[in-house]
T-cell receptor, first 116, second 114 residues
Framework: KAGVTQTPRYLIKTRGQQVTLSCSPISGHRSVSWYQQTPGQGLQFLFEYFSETQRNKGNFPGRFSGRQFSNSRSEMNVSTLELGDSALYLC???????????????FGPGTRLTVL | GNSVTQMEGPVTLSEEAFLTINCTYTATGYPSLFWYVQYPGEGLQLLLKATKADDKGSNKGFEATYRKETTSFHLEKGSVQVSDSAVYFCALSSGGGSQGNLIFGKGTKLSVKP
């Protein structure tokens, strides 16, 4: 079974631009979560989508948004990029149906975003 | 709120040494606990998990036991290899209104020397 895929793997943007990252979950998984990883803050939860609806959201400004399509693929958008948005953005998928704590998340390789 | 605390790194060991990485958590209810590993330039890989008290997760020689009385989930391996060099993250999932939201520790970098 294919794993979680993320595109692109690397991205360089300048301040003020916007960017869209894509995530394709494992077949059959309906939940997609996004995380930001930086050396200073570590791994921080951005949001989670299940069946095309945002089910949970972390503490990030409104410049960070996402969506999920009917095939469970998800995109994340960051508008008006700032230098501090440089990070590794990780996507994770899970079955999501139980909504319980036992649901295991499987991660993609990440998209490395550099903002100049 | 929920949180995970794991020992600061880096940890440097010689091949075949015993490894322990401490992890303690704070959570309401009955969280599930996970260890993920990140190799250089890659995403996170699930190493092992435990979903209830006294469960032992194990994989590739690594193991961790869910201790509710001490709120701990320490990672151990009896004999490390150079290929185990990576960053290890302890995480919890509390479900309920926080489904899809893993809470991570800061990570512990392990370097194994031949």
């Amino acid at each position: 079974k294919a794993g979680v895929t993320q595109t692109p793997r690397y991205l360089i943007k300048t301040r003020g631009q916007q960017v869209t990252l894509s995530c394709s979950p494992i077949s059959g998984h309906r939940s997609v979560s996004w995380y930001q990883q930086t050396p200073g803050q570590g791994l921080q939860f951005l949001f989670e989508y299940f069946s095309e609806t945002q089910r949970n959201k972390g503490n990030f400004p409104g410049r960070f948004s996402g969506r999920q399509f009917s095939n469970s693929r998800s995109e994340m958008n960051v508008s008006t990029l700032e230098l501090g948005d440089s990070a590794l953005y990780l996507c994770a998928s899970s079955l999501g149906s139980s909504g319980g704590s036992t649901d295991t998340q499987y991660f993609g390789p990440g998209t490395r975003l550099t903002v100049l | 709120g929920n949180s995970v605390t794991q020992m600061e790194g880096p940890v440097t060991l010689s091949e075949e040494a015993f490894l322990t990485i401490n992890c303690t958590y704070t959570a309401t209810g009955y969280p599930s606990l996970f260890w993920y590993v990140q190799y250089p330039g890659e995403g996170l890989q699930l190493l092992l998990k435990a979903t209830k008290a006294d469960d032992k997760g194990s994989n590739k020689g690594f193991e961790a036991t869910y201790r509710k009385e001490t709120t701990s989930f320490h990672l151990e391996k009896g004999s490390v290899q150079v290929s185990d060099s990576a960053v290890y993250f302890c995480a919890l999932s509390s479900g309920g209104g926080s489904q899809g939201n893993l809470i991570f520790g800061k990570g512990t970098k392990l370097s194994v020397k031949p």
